[in-house]
């Protein structure tokens, strides 16, 4: 056994305190012999610090295509050529959605919008959309639109919107070579103003931009000193037309042992399956994340990349005996 996981098996599993940096990156360079065994101490740490359940989500975008913003990675951007052009979804479809997705047996349901920020038009439709679907649905919102002011934080607490998500996307040093109409900084800054009003802070990233192994870790690391409620673990799909759109896509073994190394990093997060699992991980994959270190999947198509139909996921989870988190768990 190497000696990381000894160490990981004592500070973590049992100690539950996360790896620091040195030794996230001590697990995503284990050979490929010793994957195994990083994956089921992961799944260890997940099981005692976590519990078996799996919290399920569904996502929708409210505003699609058009946005200011240049990260590299998304066809959502206006900047690039990518085929996704600028639409709004009414509320009577918001309601539908969030709908179909609290029959998947889903808990959170999150709204998302491709802005710099939102405007007075999207916060109208957000103080709209998310009362249509409290007075129908029983499921909790979520929201995801981009940077904020202190302002609208209040404004989506009294909405009544319980987790923000605002990816961090890649570690701080690494961030320039991926976005650089804003920076990594005015991101935290959101951050600190969403956990300081008492929503529960959803961050995390895209694996594959073009990141070296030791950012990868430095970002896990970062990520830990954020302590996030949940840390969604996206794995690039290049999408034509983005500056990104001929990176290669990341190898399974390197996408586990980063599942691996993030869990060891951070044992009490939920720790989501995001966007890419699919080409990255293919179902052998899926299944063996989830075995090791995985908690927590959006069900469903993507923004603007297709998923799992909801229906494959969920017969995993039954078949691996792993409880979906009930809503009343999760309010």
């Known amino acids: 056994m190497p000696e990381i996981l000894d160490r990981a098996r004592t500070q973590v599993l049992e100690n539950g305190v996360g790896l620091d940096e040195a030794d996230i990156l001590a697990v995503l360079n284990l050979p490929d012999e010793h994957l195994p065994a990083a994956l089921q101490l992961a ?36 900047l690039f050529t990518s085929p996704v052009r600028s639409v709004w979804l009414d509320i009577p ?11 998947t047996g889903a808990t959170e349901f999150c709204i998302v919008a491709a802005v710099r920020g939102p405007d007075a038009r999207l916060m109208k439709q957000m103080r709209e959309g998310v009362a249509a679907i409290k007075a129908e649905v029983d499921i909790q919102v979520a929201a995801s639109l981009g940077m904020l002011n202190q302002e609208q934080v209040d404004e989506l607490v009294e909405m009544g919107v319980h987790r923000y998500n605002h990816n961090l996307e890649t570690c701080r040093s690494y961030f320039p070579n991926v976005v650089t109409t804003h920076s990594f900084e005015e991101r935290w800054e959101t951050l600190r103003m969403v956990r300081e009003s008492g929503m529960e802070v959803c961050c995390g990233g895209i694996l594959g931009l073009g990141e070296t192994l030791e950012q990868r870790a430095e970002f ?39 599942i691996a190394a993030f869990r060891l990093a951070m044992p009490r997060t939920i720790l989501r399956y995001a966007g890419g699992r699919e080409l990255t991980l293919g179902d052998l994959g899926t299944r063996d994340g989830l075995l ?36 009343s768990a999760t309010l």
């Open 93 to 103: 479809n918001l309601v539908e959605a969030a709908r179909q997705t609290a029959k």
């Open 292 to 327: 090791g270190g995985i908690n927590a999947v959006i069900v469903g198509n993507y923004l603007t990349t297709l998923g799992r139909p909801a229906t494959a996921d969920l017969e995993l989870l039954d078949d691996l005996k792993m409880p979906v988190k009930a809503l």
């Open 220 to 258: 896990a690391a970062q990520l830990a000193e954020l302590d996030p409620h949940e840390v969604p673990l996206n794995f690039l799909n290049p999408r034509p037309g983005t500056p990104l759109g001929d990176r290669p896509v990341v190898e399974g073994k390197d996408a586990l042992r980063a």
């Open 43 to 78: 799944h260890e740490v997940r099981m005692r610090w976590c519990g078996p359940e799996v919290e399920v989500e569904g996502i929708v975008s409210l505003k699609t295509g058009g946005c200011p913003e240049d990260c590299h990675f998304c066809s959502q951007s206006g």
